[in-house]
């Protein structure tokens, strides 16, 4: 869309412009690469949502229109619903960097709202949305420290690329989303196929390199717009209120907040909040007194007392070091009727990690609307109850948190799964947390780990991960001291400056994801950082190892069983059959679940959950799907009778022809005096010509079941008998085409949409000849 003004950063093939459209919004703008274009808009009320208010409610949104793919939405109401997983997960991307560069007492709400407005499948939008809102929100009037910058860097044949196309995705190794802001990162997140911790540095500092464009842009398009920044009120605690709050807690807080039990920690701090309520009520009286500021209040003492006792002292609240980590507990075979289970602790953080096995079919279809994936087979759901904070509340479909946290984990899992030609199973993890006091998600990957061991998921390396702290002191807006932090607890997160999580296996790194309540990470500081967490995720490694050394080498009596048979690709037509019949009745009187590869290669994957109906399914595709052979004794369906003659069907859709001289050892006159229509007789192929016609014979069939040798006739001269043209060929059709799964892996490289013809019924019967030989 055409706007007034218009910025390109040549580099990136990024264009950004604004000035035409959404002029009521305090900032709005169109930024595009390629013909992917999205849309953004920033806006803050003027005022307060209520007078109680005490926190600041930032609202990020992101939508994909269907209409920019040029296509419908499906549903009965053909308009879009709630947000999708990835629409969700964009939104967390773009609100994590941009929340802690807002002013500090800053509590107007503010709404950064993105659509995707075109996209060619080829350059994916949520680069362009988190760009998009910093672009928006520097050309708005709010108040906000920016401009930040985000790159996709993808690592190609040894090679960082920046924002890599689709199609090159599938060739990396690295999916690393940076976001910084001039000097220092802001955020990441991605995956990486056990990248060393070395390599994963340097991606982080060529990322940095290549947002320098983005930011330099943005500077120059609000320097040409020249919108001056609103003066809002901060909301902030008043210095009277914090001095009689201090003044009333004196040294009781510090017991308070180094109680060992996290519910008798939090018990004992609200109980001194309400006390220094109602001292400060006193003071000034029920007319002025505003139970915001005392929250406010307490978070600014709180926040005192957790950093400088570990600025000062190294003190942590639960008693460890900077460097140390709460107790380990790992168990599995958790759950007895489950296909793999396990419980991971540490320390106040537990959760029961469920694993299913399931078939192609189980695996998860994506709308792929901006390109990409179109399925994957490999899902991790992360559920975070009320119950594991002791709390009451909201119990039912996940939240954007409980999406984010199941994510993090799923593609830190994802590197270390087996190719779906080793191990042909769609694999669901559930993470259920039981308790939580800091880094459910990293307790989700260790939990997930031991329950595809146990349910003998050949993986190529145990993953383990944790989260790191940080605490800082800063003197003239630089940072003078700081302290990393290992395992942080919940409360350390909140009052922390750092949440820095990376998980791996002792090859490398497969996950990761950073946020900060600062305004940027020194990157001497995130090496460190960086360094810190293997240590600790090694430490890991060696407990969870020692719990469960290997994946189980059987599956559990209770998951499916797989079995793979190759077939001729030119039998997929007759397995599959006239809209689906054969394989529909193969599924229905065995109980298994039968699926073709789409990529026409001709093996079929059978899935069924006992021997006995795995035994009879394999019997029944190789029936469908064999031909008949010479020497071999078939019991065969009287399909057709003619006077020379009886065609038999010995295989679904393959015939032969039993010449009456074959019928029996005596002299038969009429066909009809040896079977009927539809009985079943037992013939032998005694011969196949080289057009393909089949002959048999119920008198060599005979012979053999009674042990007496079989003494071929002579072909008569004339008259009756004689082979009846081309009926009796091995099969009744042609190329019946393909059909298919075509997975590339479980990260959801797509459904193949160039999926093969699925065919007809075959070719044509040839015509019989008018009369006998």
């Given amino acids: 869309m055409e706007q007034e003004h218009s910025i390109t950063i040549e580099s990136l093939g990024i264009t950004v412009q604004t000035g035409s459209i959404a002029k009521q919004a305090n900032g709005a703008v169109t930024i595009s690469k390629g013909e992917t274009e999205v849309f953004v808009a920033a806006t803050a009320a003027n005022s307060l949502r209520s007078p109680d208010q005490d926190f600041f409610p930032l609202t990020v949104e992101y939508r994909e229109k269907f209409s920019a793919a040029g296509r419908f939405p499906g549903g009965y109401f053909k308009r879009e619903g709630r947000p999708s997983e990835k629409e969700i997960l964009t939104c967390r991307l773009c609100d994590r960097p941009l929340r802690p560069l807002f002013p500090k007492g800053f509590l107007n709400e503010v709404q950064v709202i993105g659509m995707l407005m075109s996209t060619d499948l080829v350059n994916e939008p949520d680069v362009l949305m988190v760009n998009g809102a910093s672009f928006a929100l520097m050309c708005s009037d709010i108040p906000w420290n920016g401009p930040i910058g985000c790159v996709r860097i993808a690592e190609i044949d040894g090679q960082f690329v920046v924002n890599p196309t689709n199609a090159e995705m599938f060739e990396s190794v690295l999916d690393l989303i940076y976001v910084g802001n001039e000097k220092e990162m802001m955020m990441i997140e991605g995956s990486a196929d056990q990248l060393s911790d070395e390599r994963f540095i340097e991606a982080l500092e060529f990322a940095h390199s290549a947002i320098q464009p983005i930011i330099a842009a943005q500077k120059e398009l609000a320097s040409k717009l020249g919108k001056t920044k609103k003066e809002f009120e901060l909301h902030k605690v008043t210095d009277e209120v914090l001095a009689m709050c201090r003044e009333f807690v004196g040294d009781k807080l510090g017991p308070a907040v180094f109680k060992e039990i996290k519910q008798e920690r939090e018990a004992a701090v609200s109980a001194l909040k309400d006390e220094a309520a109602e001292f400060v009520k006193e003071k000034v009286g029920e007319e002025n007194f505003e139970k915001p500021q005392i929250n406010m209040a307490f978070e600014v003492l709180q926040e005192e007392v957790y950093r400088q006792n570990i600025l000062d002292s190294g003190k942590r609240v639960d008693g460890r070091g900077p460097a140390d980590l709460r107790p380990l507990l790992c168990k599995t075979d958790m759950l007895k009727r489950v296909h793999g289970s396990a419980l991971f602790q540490r320390g106040e953080t537990q959760t029961v990690v469920v694993a299913t096995l399931g078939t192609g079919k189980d695996s998860q279809e994506l709308d792929g609307l901006t390109g990409g994936s179109k399925e994957k087979s490999f899902i991790l759901h992360y559920n975070f109850p009320p119950y594991s904070v002791g709390e ?287 009985d079943e007789i037992l013939v032998k192929c005694i011969g196949v010509d080289d057009r393909g016609k089949v002959r048999l014979s119920r008198r060599a069939a005979l012979a053999e079941a009674e042990g007496r040798p079989y003494e071929p006739k002579p072909k008569p001269e004339g008259g009756r008998g004689g082979d009846r043209g081309d009926r009796g060929g091995r099969g009744r059709g042609g190329d019946r085409g393909g059909r298919g799964r075509g997975r590339d892996d479980r990260g959801g490289r797509g459904r193949r949409d160039d999926r093969g013809d699925r065919g007809g019924e075959g070719g044509e019967r040839q015509p019989e000849p008018a009369s006998a030989e």
Avoid: W
Wanted: aromatic letters at 4%; glycine letters at 12%.
């Fill in 392 to 678: 009451t509340g909201r119990f039912g479909t996940p939240g954007r948190r409980e999406i984010g946290h199941g994510a993090l984990a799923e593609r830190s899992l994802l590197p270390i799964l087996p190719s779906e030609d080793e191990f042909p199973y769609s694999i669901r993890l559930v993470s259920e947390i039981m308790e939580s006091n800091g880094s459910t998600s990293m307790a989700s990957v260790c939990g997930g780990t031991l329950a595809l061991m146990d349910a003998g998921v050949p993986i190529t390396a145990p993953v383990a991960g944790i989260s790191v702290g940080l605490v800082t002191e800063t003197d003239g807006g630089a940072i003078s001291k700081h302290v990393i932090l290992t395992d942080i607890l919940g409360a350390e997160d909140h009052f922390g400056d750092m949440d820095f999580k990376i998980c791996g296996t002792r090859e490398g790194i497969t996950g990761f994801q950073l946020d900060l309540k600062i305004h940027g990470l020194p990157f001497e500081i995130a090496k460190e950082a960086i360094m810190r967490n293997r240590d600790a995720r090694n430490a890991i490694l060696d407990v969870m190892t020692e719990a469960k050394p290997s994946a189980s080498e059987a599956l559990k009596e209770h998951a499916p069983r797989i079995e793979q048979v190759q077939i001729d690709p030119e039998k997929i037509g007759a397995l599959i059959g006239p809209g689906g019949k054969n394989i529909r009745r193969i599924q229905e009187i065995t109980g298994a679940q039968i699926d073709i590869n789409e990529d026409n290669s001709g093996k079929v994957l059978i899935f069924a959950a006992g021997g006995e109906a795995m035994r009879r399914a394999i019997e029944e595709v190789e029936l469908v799907t064999a031909e008949i052979q010479v020497n071999k004794t078939y019991k065969g369906i009287v399909r057709s009778i003619k006077e020379f003659g009886a065609f038999v069907e010995c295989l679904p859709g393959q015939e032969g022809l039993v010449h009456v001289s074959e019928l029996a050892d005596f002299r038969v006159e009429k066909v009809e005096d040896v079977c009927k229509l539809g």
